[in-house]
């Protein structure tokens, strides 16, 4: 299986901050990678997916990039309704496998 | 826009049958594949399996001798079915949907505890 970890596991930061997550793949998934964001007793809210493309209606402060092995989630301008878990998922090869998670909490 | 609802039993017996089904509404269930995932404390965040419109099916190795996943096209539904399940099964379990590689529209997950 592809082993999927993120950094950091949590961060605290202000309204309008600059957040970026890291998501590694322990092996090339090229660009099979999507992003989600949790809230508690909510289902995973797709963001992203093949790594950069944003899903409808997502909020353009969000945005991913990255190839191969290292990836990145960047949210601009943080609001407060970006307090939440966010997930990464490779869709490379099966079975298909979840990061930890990073949870981002705001000051 | 599609929306999916699983429905089932909230607690199971060891050893025994999980059984949980996801109706779909909004969209045809043609041309999309429909999986099955659940989140653990212990695990996090688990691909179980999927099943195309048309029947295909894959499963993840870690459960699959005790997987299966059906479709009813006709019902608008998919199912879950997870043998011998022991205390390590508990989990909320989501049903979602999307391409081969990506989950675009997700239940909101049912709690399935496994206890005497």
């Known amino acids: 299986d592809i082993q999927m970890t993120q950094s950091p596991s949590s961060v605290s930061a202000s309204v309008g901050d600059r957040v970026t997550i890291t998501c590694r793949a322990s092996q090339g998934i090229s660009n099979w990678l999507a992003w989600y964001q949790q809230k508690p007793g909510k289902a995973p809210k797709p963001l992203i997916y093949a790594a950069s493309s944003l899903q409808s209606g997502v909020p353009s402060r969000f945005s991913g990039s990255g190839s191969g092995t290292d990836f990145t989630l960047t949210i601009n301008s943080l609001q407060p309704e970006d307090s939440a878990t966010y997930y990464c998922q490779q869709a490379n090869s099966f079975p298909f496998t979840f990061g930890p998670g990073t949870k981002v909490d705001i000051k | 826009q599609v929306q999916l609802q699983e429905s089932g039993p909230g607690l199971v017996k060891p050893s025994e049958t999980l059984s949980l089904t996801c109706t779909v509404s909004?969209?045809?269930?043609?041309?999309?594949?429909w999986a099955w995932i659940r989140q653990s404390p212990g695990i996090g965040l688990e691909w179980i399996g999927y099943?195309?419109?048309?029947?295909?099916?894959n499963y993840n190795p870690s459960l699959k001798r005790r997987v299966t996943i059906s479709i009813d096209t006709s019902k608008d539904q998919f199912s879950l079915s997870l043998t011998s399940v022991t205390e390590a099964d508990t989990a909320v379990y989501y049903c979602a949907t999307g391409t081969q590689n990506r989950f675009d529209y997700w239940g909101q997950g049912t709690l399935v505890t496994v206890s005497a």
């Open positions: 099943i195309y419109y048309r029947g295909s099916t």
């Open positions: 909004g969209d045809s269930m043609t041309n999309h594949y």
